[in-house]
Nanobody, 114 residues
Framework: QVQLVESGGGLVQAGGSLRLSCEAS????????MAWYRQVPGKQRELVAR???????DDVDFVKGRFTISRDNSKNTVYLQMNSLKPEDTAVYYC????????WGRGTQVTVSS
């Protein structure tokens, strides 16, 4: 059974930091491209950052210089270090694993207060 379990979300003040983790089980983690997405109510889920199985990183403009994605294949875990958080970063953050099949975690809430 495949599971992606996110953790590390919570409430933080603007300018603060959080580190999200996503631990995978049931897949050959090192063979998967991993990503973080986020979603707010009423809007489409959007890509935050992606790290390919070979380590290549893609991230979107609105997080450049603030968020960093990384992975530890020995721990089957992908991380998202989020610094200089803004209220507009408030969302549910989802972990995504993609190879031939795509899997999603259940999400972790991040709330940034002004």
């Amino acid at each position: 059974q495949v599971q992606l379990v996110e953790s590390g979300g919570g409430l933080v003040q603007a300018g603060g930091s959080l580190r999200l983790s996503c631990e995978a089980s049931g897949i050959s983690f090192s063979l998967y491209d991993m990503a973080w997405y986020r979603q707010v109510p009423g809007k489409q889920r959007e890509l935050v950052a992606r790290i390919a199985r070979g380590g290549t990183i893609d991230d979107v403009d609105f997080v450049k210089g603030r968020f960093t994605i990384s992975r530890d294949n020995s721990k089957n875990t992908v991380y998202l270090q989020m610094n200089s958080l803004k209220p507009e970063d408030t969302a549910v953050y989802y972990c995504n694993a993609k190879n031939i099949v795509t899997y999603w975690g259940r999400g972790t809430q991040v709330t940034v207060s002004s």
